[in-house]
């Protein structure tokens, strides 16, 4: 069974641009959840989906960050414009409920 | 908000050496707590949930324990690839979102 699948593994953009990140979370689950990872802050959730629906956003730092799931298949996040401390590995996770989720490998963004 | 605090920070142990990692929490009504683990450069990997005082869970080397304050994920006779980033992380029963606690990094030299 194929994963959580993350694109792309790795991103460096400078400060101003757009940038943007995939999702395909496991056949079947209908719950995604979008995490950041950083060493100051460790894993703190930016948003969550429900059967496509978003459930609870209060983890987005601010207006320049964006997060959609037109289909159960696939998400994306979006940082417009990205800044320096934008930097960190993002995480997709997926679940078929409230139980355990399922993290996929992880973005990681570099702002210069 | 819930709280969750994980002790100790970092801990290095020698192959066999048997130890334990703590990790305290404060939720509003506990539905579940997880334990994950991580290697350097991927994403958690899911090891056990818990869902009421009294209940533990066993994999391998490693079992997990839960009280209404706390759980301890004891690792028994510990090999070099066991050495990686604990991460454990509540979940309120009304609520699908985990919070995580900063994790123990665990070193286990052969």
């Known amino acids: 069974d194929a994963g959580v699948i993350q694109s792309p593994r790795h991103e460096v953009t400078e400060m101003g641009q757009e940038v943007t990140l995939r999702c395909k979370p496991i056949?079947?689950?209908?719950?995604l959840f979008w995490y950041r990872q950083t060493m100051m802050r460790g894993l703190e959730l930016l948003i969550y989906?429900?059967?496509?629906?978003?459930?609870?956003d209060s983890g987005m730092p601010e207006d320049r960050f964006s997060a959609k799931m037109p289909n159960a298949s696939f998400s994306t996040l979006k940082i417009q414009p990205s800044e320096p401390r934008d930097s960190a590995v993002y995480f997709c996770?997926?679940?078929?409920?409230?139980?355990?989720?399922?993290f996929g490998p992880g973005t990681r963004l570099t702002v210069t | 908000e819930d709280q969750v605090t994980q002790s100790p920070e970092a801990l290095r142990l020698q192959e066999g050496e048997s130890s334990s990692l703590n990790c305290s929490y404060t939720?509003?009504?506990?539905?579940?707590l997880f334990w994950y683990r991580q290697d350097p450069g991927k994403g958690p990997e899911f090891l056990f949930t818990l869902y009421s005082a009294g209940e533990e869970k066993e994999k391998e080397r490693l079992k997990a324990t839960l009280t209404k304050k706390e759980s301890f994920l004891h690792i028994t006779a510990p090999k070099p690839e066991d050495s990686a980033t604990y991460l454990c992380?509540?979940?309120?029963?009304?609520?699908?979102?985990?919070?995580f606690g900063a994790g123990t990094t665990v070193t286990v030299r052969a």
């Open positions: 056949s079947g689950h209908n719950s």
């Open positions: 996770a997926s679940s078929s409920g409230p139980w355990e989720q399922y």
């Open positions: 992380a509540v979940q309120a029963s009304n609520d699908y979102k985990l919070s």
């Open positions: 989906f429900n059967n496509n629906v978003p459930i609870d």
């Open positions: 939720v509003s009504g506990l539905r579940g």
